[in-house]
């Protein structure tokens, strides 16, 4: 009881975090409704329990499917004629916002590359929705001159991400950089490398995280070169 009344609580504070970022005064579609109401629910799912593995498997299968249902929603508002289509763009262009982020943690965590998210969505959607359901987070490393290591927790489950702090560049050398992540080995009692990537400038990547199937690696070194 005490679990489903939280629960219903990030739900809310969710739903007010979702309609807040809507600048409407008139309300959507029944068709769009239902949708923001099913991906609300979808994204509560997982930031509230992100530790069970196998449930972020099923929310990641449910958010390709709920991103071309949005698409296709979209596609079908712009070729509309009607007063209302004007009002639903806008709603569902939030509704892809938030399985663009979404899609963002819950495809690395099941293993499929992801590109990276920019600091737009990062920090305007990505960490309100995370603070909306307890989490926390921290810099845990910086490494100079441009990335950023931020570890995020809720409950036992844990996730770093790496930001790139030099601006976004849309030509030439997109002002990336590359990282390592080093974990302690006690056997041979060095540090080795478990990790590495690439971070366009203005973008967060993924690095790792552990829930109830993956372990965390604690990382304890880390090094970055501009390329």
Known sequence: MVKNLVI??????????????????YSQSPLVKELSDAV???TGSFLDNPYNHNNTLKVFDLTKKFKKATDDLYNEALRSNHSQAEIDLKYIKNIQAVLKTLDFLVGSISGYLRGGLNVEYTENILHPLLDSFGWTWEI????????????????????????????????DDYNVCTYECYTWEPVTKTNLMFTMGNVCGGNYIFVENGDSEIPFKNITKVSSKRK
């Open 40 to 42: 609300t629910e979808l």
């Open 8 to 25: 219903r609580k990030c739900i809310l504070s969710f739903l007010v975090f979702f309609f807040l970022h809507l600048t409407l005064v």
């Open 140 to 171: 845990t490393h910086v490494a100079k001159p441009d990335l950023v290591f931020y570890e995020y927790k809720k409950g036992s489950f844990k996730m770093v991400l790496v930001k790139n702090t030099r601006p976004q560049k849309d030509y």
